[in-house]
């Protein structure tokens, strides 16, 4: 009888090995995933596509967690978006522009920038950084507006004729307490 019952436990042993069973890590988190033409990344799961944009050649999507969705809506212009009016929250912004002659990576930036600094933003830090193998121009900014401070990353680089500007913000949190979910964004973040 015992060796049917110590046979009948390496059996059950087995069969539950080979069915794959897994225990989820807690620290590992669910993430989805965004997919377009020119780009694909993971985000948190806990987070959603606030808006996509698609206007005479300008490609890009708003990904928020729950709290910064509730700034952003279809009517929002493209200016209005890059203009940290998200008072709360967290929010990165995807844009991909064609390169003209006229358009180029420096006009951008300074485009960005003025706008910014139109509505309060200070210039903290610029660098430059490499994303997806790519030499890119990061710059940070900071607001305080009622008492609310803002925290944006600008990282603007040319690729394949087109200008990408991802905008990285945090509002009423710092940008060190949304790091991980940042991380998780680049460190996913594909062109194609």
């Known amino acids: ?12 042993v087995m069969v539950v090995l080979a069915s794959g069973c897994t225990i989820q890590n807690p620290d590992e988190e669910k993430t989805n995933y965004y997919n377009s033409s020119s ?12 808006r996509s944009i698609e206007v005479a050649g300008v490609e890009g999507v708003i990904v928020t967690d729950p709290t910064a969705g509730k700034y ?10 890059e203009s940290l009016n998200i008072t709360e929250g967290t929010a990165f912004i995807y844009i991909t ?9 420096n006009s951008t930036v300074t485009d960005v920038q003025q706008r910014l600094a139109q509505k309060g933003a200070k210039v903290t830090r610029k660098r430059t950084t490499n994303v997806s193998g790519v030499v890119a121009n990061e710059t940070s900014l900071t607001r305080t507006s009622e008492g609310i401070i803002s925290e944006a990353r600008i ?8 200008i990408y500007t991802l905008i990285l913000i945090t509002a009423g949190n710092s940008y060190e307490s949304q790091k991980k979910n940042f991380d998780l964004i680049f460190s996913s973040l594909q062109f194609t």
Do not use: C, H, Q
């Open 72 to 81: 952003i809506n279809e009517s929002s212009t493209l200016e209005e978006l």
């Open 1 to 12: 009888m015992r060796e049917k019952s110590l046979g009948l436990i390496i059996l059950l």
């Open 97 to 105: 522009i064609p390169k003209t002659s006229e358009l180029n990576l």
């Open 155 to 162: 990282i603007a680089f040319e690729r394949n004729d087109n």
């Open 39 to 50: 780009v694909f990344f993971n985000y948190p799961d806990t987070w959603e596509i606030a």
